[in-house]
């Protein structure tokens, strides 16, 4: 099968070697998918390194006027390449042990979005650290209470239209690789007098993820984060964790406002997206049941007929 797996990024740790060890973890969790001889291809989110990569360059600045502050795309492609390094060596180190022979790449991922695109009225992504109100306060920049865990910078949230390397990642997963790409949700960028140019936003990377696995016809959607199972009736005495849901039964929890906006929400709307699109798979679970998901066996199967 063709999988496309989403990692979350603030599963990856917030500093270099975290981030490394978490990758470790994520390699050794996905070693039974390549075993199995499944085409995998790995996306991720990066709110915190990139948000914590504008900030290092912003602060940068008051000590020392020669350092200039960085645009969010070129953040963004920072981030996707320290993140597919730890991410690649991981798998290709853990592979090794296993004695399995991972081809793992990474490539760097323009995703092309409207300039005209109404989020860009309305910063919702949350980027960066989580700070208290009156700390993120002092930076003087937009920011919004993030799930009752603390507050956040925001900036807009595009949707994606194209994945610009699609045929080069298309080509390598067809040679044996697996292939790391749309990190972050990609790098924004938009057409402007028939030239490719950067844009100060950050994609949601389970909606890059949601299109990428459509344009490339993966058999499923594999979206990995803190929880074994998307829930309803959340943190009440009916919590109910969800199994085996059809399109429209999730359609119906969805409009009923079951699912946070600042955490599954936005997955859930992805793999709606994705399994309506194409009557596929969609799987959200932690990284600990990835395998057993993908045998049917735990997480949130959402099927169009279930």
Known sequence: MRIVIALGGNALGINPTEQYQNA???SKALLPLFKAGHEIIITHGNGPQV?????AFDEGKKINEKVYPMPFAECGAMSQGYIGYHL????INEGRKENLDIKATNILTNVL???NDE????PTKPIGSFYSKEEIEKFGFPYKEDSGR?????VPSPKPIKIMEEEQIVSLIEKGYCVICCGGGGIPVTNIDNKLVGLDAVIDKDFASSKLA???????LLILTAVKNAKINFNTK???DLKIVSVDKITEYLNNNEFKSGSMKPKIEACLQFVTNNNRLAIITDITHASEAIELKEGTIIKYNA
């Open 214 to 220: 459509s344009d490339i016809n993966a058999d499923v």
């Open 119 to 122: 989020a860009f009225l309305n």
């Open 238 to 240: 009916d919590e109910k």
């Open 113 to 115: 979005v409207n300039q």
């Open 24 to 26: 470790v973890i994520t």
């Open 51 to 55: 948000g914590l990569i504008n900030l």
């Open 150 to 154: 603390g507050y956040r910078r925001v």
């Open 88 to 91: 690649t060596n991981a798998l």
